[in-house]
């Protein structure tokens, strides 16, 4: 785990405040010390690829508060009803993403979703970004993350997408491996059918898990 002394006086002011903000958040669910553990492993996830040191603590802060709700429900304290879905690829930068950003627009409240890699890249896809701009959802903001055990423990649906043997296997979850072209180095004309068929089981998808599409 980094230590603190490794770090900038202003990154270790930013994770403090993002310990904080985390301990108020998981207040009576969690402990300190296991928020802590868990902000600062997650800022070590992130570490040795980002190419924006100061992003680190939000990008770590981020990861965390996904990590501690996945254990809230994999420990039973989330028992809102809600399906969770978990869109895995290699790097995490442009199907997975897509999936991620048609999912939580259609959904809306009435599921949850979740993205990871097992090779997480260092950006999200330029032109997956502009392809689903087009679409009106922005997942410019979004970081491409591995996934962690507690993650693929909550989900209710893991939806694999090119990461064969790497995707993580647990028993009593539902798979499901969509075989879809990778972006990667495509051009956003090239996208739009990617993003089009993404939407497409999207959809199907929600039908299955009895969620109302919104749009």
């Excluded at 490794?6 to 296991?34: K, P, Y």
């Excluded at 690829?89 to 999912?103: D, E, I, K």
């Excluded at 090779?119 to 993350?145: H, L």
Aim: net charge negative.
């Amino acid at each position: 785990m980094t230590e603190t002394h490794d770090l900038s006086i202003d990154q270790r002011l930013a994770l403090r405040t993002a310990a904080s903000r985390l301990r108020e958040q998981f207040n009576g669910v969690f402990g300190a010390e296991t928020i802590e553990l868990f902000l600062h492993s997650s800022y070590d996830q992130f570490a040795s690829r980002s190419t924006i040191p100061n992003f680190l603590p939000l990008l770590a802060e981020r990861f965390a508060r996904q990590r501690l709700q996945a254990l809230a429900k994999v420990e039973g304290h989330i028992q809102d009803g809600k399906p969770i879905v978990l869109f895995l690829c290699v790097h995490n930068a442009g199907r997975s993403q897509m999936a991620l950003g048609l999912f939580q627009h259609l959904a809306g409240d009435g599921a949850v979703a979740w993205s990871g890699g097992s090779e997480p890249g260092y950006e999200i896809n330029p032109s997956a970004i502009a392809a689903m701009t087009e679409r009106g959802i922005d997942i410019s903001k979004e970081f491409p993350k591995p996934w962690t055990q507690e993650i693929v423990q909550a989900a209710d649906v893991v939806i694999t997408m090119g990461c064969g043997d790497a995707c993580p296997v647990f028993p009593g979850k539902r798979y499901l491996d969509w075989q879809l072209d990778d972006p990667a180095g495509k051009s956003v004309e090239d996208v739009r059918p990617v993003r089009d068929e993404i939407e497409r089981r999207v959809r199907t998808l929600l039908e299955e898990l009895n969620v109302p599409a919104l749009h």
